[in-house]
Nanobody, 125 residues
Framework: QVQLVESGGGLVQAGDSLRLSCAAS????????MGWFRQAPGKEREFVVA???????RYANSVKDRFTISRDNAKNTVYLQMNNLKPEDTAVYYC???????????????????WGQGTQDTVSS
């Protein structure tokens, strides 16, 4: 069983930066596709970014010029560096893992079989 724990959320002003971390249990972290999703108030949860174990990435168009995902397999941790934050980035951010072994980075939630509890990011204008 895989457990994911997010951290790094907080309250910031527009233009600031945040770095989220997601620590995963288990010894097979290097084979997981890791993704970040977010859910803003009144909206459905949406895909943000994912990274494969080979280093490939896929970003939502709304964040691809501002956010960067990375992973440290030795530490079983994935990171999301968020720069130039905007009020519309306000959301609960969820870390998710796809442990199926697939290589395609899929944006649909059902593909990811493990989820963290989420961390709140609030961006004021």
């Amino acid at each position: 069983q895989v457990q994911l724990v997010e951290s790094g959320g907080g309250l910031v002003q527009a233009g600031d930066s945040l770095r989220l971390s997601c620590a995963a249990s288990g010894r097979t972290f290097s084979s997981y596709i890791m993704g970040w999703f977010r859910q803003a108030p009144g909206k459905e949860r949406e895909f943000v970014v994912a990274i494969s174990w080979t280093g490939g990435t896929r970003y939502a168009n709304s964040v691809k010029d501002r956010f960067t995902i990375s992973r440290d397999n030795a530490k079983n941790t994935v990171y999301l560096q968020m720069n130039n934050l905007k009020p519309e980035d306000t959301a609960v951010y969820y870390c998710a893992a796809d442990t199926s072994g697939r290589t395609l980075l899929v944006v649909r939630e059902y593909v990811y079989d493990y989820w963290g509890q989420g961390t709140q990011d609030t961006v004021s204008s």
